[in-house]
Antibody
Framework: QVQLVQSGAEVKKPGSSVKVSCKGS????????ITWVRQAPGQGLEWMGG????????TYAHDFQGRVSITADESTSTVYMELSSLRFEDTAVYYC??????????WGQGTLVTVSS | DIQMTQSPSSLSASVGDRVTISCRAS??????LNWYQQKPGKAPKLLIY???NLPSGVPSRFSGSGSGTDFTLTISSLQPEDFATYYC???????????FGQGTRLDIK
């Protein structure tokens, strides 16, 4: 059974950066894509980007190009998502997830990032 | 990029009703389509994978159909716990790229 455990809630100032971690456990963590999805209050699910840890080459959604960085540390089975130049509208719950492997579909618990002055 | 369009965006129904939610892809995605249920404050829960497959533990009142560009999620007889928001998600693109539909909110009439 795979588990994805995310780091805790963050409060950030506009213009700063936030880095959220997602630690995996269970089978073959490095071989499957980990994606980052965010959900602003009352809004839908938005794909930000992702990475296949063993390949280490991230893919980003157009809307986040230049502001997001996704990295993986295979030695600790952890994927990181860093979002820079934070704006008030980046306030959201950020999820890591493994959702491209059929029934083997796993989500982290979510990390609330609040951007506030 | 593949766009996913769900309809309707919201829906009111009663316990016992049969409900259908549609999802259309901007290009053919074969059967690479998942459906999720999300309740407030919770991560999405997988309901259907590969367009029509039910994960273990999901009640049989949920079913999915379709292939190519048009897909449907059906709830055969609504239960009180089914009032939630539903999303489709394509995984046809090269991983890790995915796309979600905008969601369908299902409310009690």
């Amino acid at each position: 059974q795979v588990q994805l455990v995310q780091s805790g809630a963050e409060v950030k100032k506009p213009g700063s950066s936030v880095k959220v971690s997602c630690k995996g456990s269970g089978d073959s963590f490095s071989k499957f894509a980990i994606t980052w999805v965010r959900q602003a209050p009352g809004q839908g699910l938005e794909w930000m980007g992702g990475i296949i840890p063993v390949l280490s080459t991230p893919t980003y959604a157009h809307d986040f190009q230049g502001r997001v960085s996704i990295t993986a540390d295979e030695s600790t089975s952890t994927v990181y998502m860093e979002l820079s130049s934070l704006r008030f509208e980046d306030t959201a719950v950020y999820y890591c997830a493994r959702v491209t492997d059929g029934e083997r579909n796993y989500w982290g618990q979510g990390t609330l990032v609040t951007v506030s002055s | 990029d593949i766009q996913m369009t769900q309809s309707p965006s919201s829906l009111s129904a009663s316990v016992g009703d049969r409900v259908t939610i549609s999802c259309r892809a901007s290009q053919s995605i074969s059967i690479y389509l998942n459906w999720y249920q999300q309740k407030p404050g919770k991560a999405p829960k997988l309901l259907i994978y590969a367009a029509s497959n039910l994960p273990s533990g999901v009640p049989s009142r949920f079913s999915g159909s379709g292939s190519g560009t048009d897909f449907t999620l059906t709830i055969s007889s609504l239960q009180p716990e089914d009032f939630a928001t539903y999303y489709c998600q394509q995984s046809y693109s090269l991983p890790p790229e995915i796309t979600f539909g905008q969601g369908t909110r299902l409310d009690i009439k």
